[in-house]
């Protein structure tokens, strides 16, 4: 089970650290609640706003063919830290997602998955064993509604549940707040003061009763072929449980050509 969410993650730390930036944002939300946080404005000065956003959002959305990565995963839940995990990603753009889980001190790999739109094979190289799942198993694992381009935006550092005909934008301390809400959660972004890249997401579940969080900060950016890329990614996620995220990609290229077949040996058994 916890495999399944390791494959669904991918990305990212717990909450933000102790910093000046972190007071100016908690100071400008309310604890568990954003629907309130930025009121519509109607100046001139808030349009401008909100336009210029817009088109800095565009302009930074990662678009590609392919995407290959490997990255160093930390992790730590309720029971305390877990085994780090080195993970090699490959994504062919809407078709597949391809994933080597391997235990770091080891060296040896563990774990290989292939995701596509609509299903997951995951083979468990230790017990020499094969499961295949639907994607809504994933969903059922880690309690998010995913589908497959909500885990590629994830894994390549997009926007995740952001409505755009909801939003609303506010600056504050030179940082943009930009609030809105779907059907599943209520999303506050935090976009940085000089390109507006992506800084923090913040997502509180729709549903009161669930009490469900997530928080997902973004640093280390680095640019390649025009592309802005957070290198360095946290992220925590809270219901009944906690799990606490770190993910530091140690290298990653775009666009160029890879595989992303999943050969199952003879001997392997149907799970």
Known sequence: MKTFFYLTI???????SCSPTKRVINNAIAPKDTTNVIRDQTSKEAIQLAQT??????????????????????????????????AVVRIV???????????TFLNVEVYRALITKDSVVLMDKREKTVQYRSLDYLQEVTKIPF???????????????????????????????????????KNLMTLTPDNSLLYRIKLDDVDMARNRTANISYDEYEK???VSFSTY????????????VQMKYKQFDFNKDLSVGLTIPKNYKRK
């Open 224 to 226: 390649s072929n025009d």
């Open 93 to 103: 753009k809407d078709s597949a997602i391809w994933i080597s889980l391997s235990a």
């Open 10 to 16: 991918l990305s990212s730390i717990f909450l933000f």
């Open 53 to 86: 956003t817009r088109e800095n959002l565009q302009k930074n959305y990662i678009d590609f063919k392919t995407f290959s990565a490997k990255i160093k995963v930390e992790s730590q839940d309720s029971k305390g830290k877990n085994p780090d995990i080195t």
């Open 233 to 244: 990614r946290e992220l925590s996620i809270s219901e009944k449980n906690k799990l606490d």
């Open 147 to 185: 589908d497959f381009k909500t885990l590629q935006d994830l894994l390549i550092g997009n926007p995740i549940f952001f409505n755009d005909q909801s939003a609303t934008f506010k600056k504050v301390d030179n940082y943009i707040l930009v609030n809105s809400s779907d059907a599943n959660f």
